[in-house]
């Protein structure tokens, strides 16, 4: 099978680093996470994956393949949560990349949105095969055409993994309060991390894998305070990497433990979730 190409310093760039983060967490931490996907993934890609092969068993790569991993169970929690009381509502993953979260939540009668730039889209296409009840949508999120597709009647969870860090405040402002009006009773759910987070983020994770020309813009130091944009919005937040799950294994250092500690409290790393309220 052809093997699809990925070029260097391109924004498909970025959808290798967590990527390979969920592939080496799967390796390496099999007892807490299991991602099926990127194996297989990682193997149809067209990349030069020499230089973070060389770096996977280092303490800090090893770490940031915790992030990716805990990141997507933090949010496969929250989909779950939601389809216990919505179980044919929409999951809408927003600027999805290779992320096949939809799938992993698939309940069986729920539907499945992915939505992202043309280019990552027509990658996706090539790669990853859709369910009966899965749309791919190819689009800017800032041009809201893309909510004209999204069927919210039965609930409608929507997320965004490692995305709105490429926002600037305003435009992550703007998006939640059209989705609050559009899907009352739905609910947003992103990460974010602090001023101090995202600097360390852009300036050592990216820029170590080569990839340039990136810029992060939205953070968030007090998630209760600062996503506060409207009383027809919920808001609840909790820890990134120890919010929801432990981390306890025998293969986890004592050292991943505390630098996750270390990113929850001081890098203010958090999950938000965003409850819009049914106006009806």
Known sequence: MEKVKIEKNTVQETLIVPLYGRKM????????????FAEKLCDRLDYDFSELEKKKNSFLYEFGS?????????????IKEY??????????????????????????VCHIVNVDFPDVIEIRNQLILKCEREINIACD????SWMDKVDGTNGVILFAAGVFHYFKRDEVKKLALELSKRYSGGCLVFDSVGKFGLKLMMSKVLKNMGIRDIEGLFYINDPIQELNWSENIKVTSNGYMLGYYDMKSPNIRFSHRLLA??????????????DFKNLE
Not at 83 to 108: F, M, R, S
Not at 141 to 144: E, I, N, S, T, V
Not at 261 to 274: G, H
Request: charged share 30%.
């Open 66 to 78: 915790l992030e990716a991993a805990m990141r997507q169970l933090d949010i496969m929690w929250e």
């Open 83 to 108: 389809l216990k009381k919505y179980p044919k509502a929409t999951i809408v993953n927003l600027g999805c990349g290779l992320d096949e979260t939809g799938k992993a939540c698939d309940n069986g």
């Open 141 to 144: 999120l800032k041009d809201y």
């Open 261 to 274: 500690r270390i990113c929850d409290n001081i890098m203010k790393m958090s999950i938000n979730r965003m």
């Open 25 to 36: 967490c799967s390796e390496k931490f099999p007892e807490i996470y299991t991602d099926i």
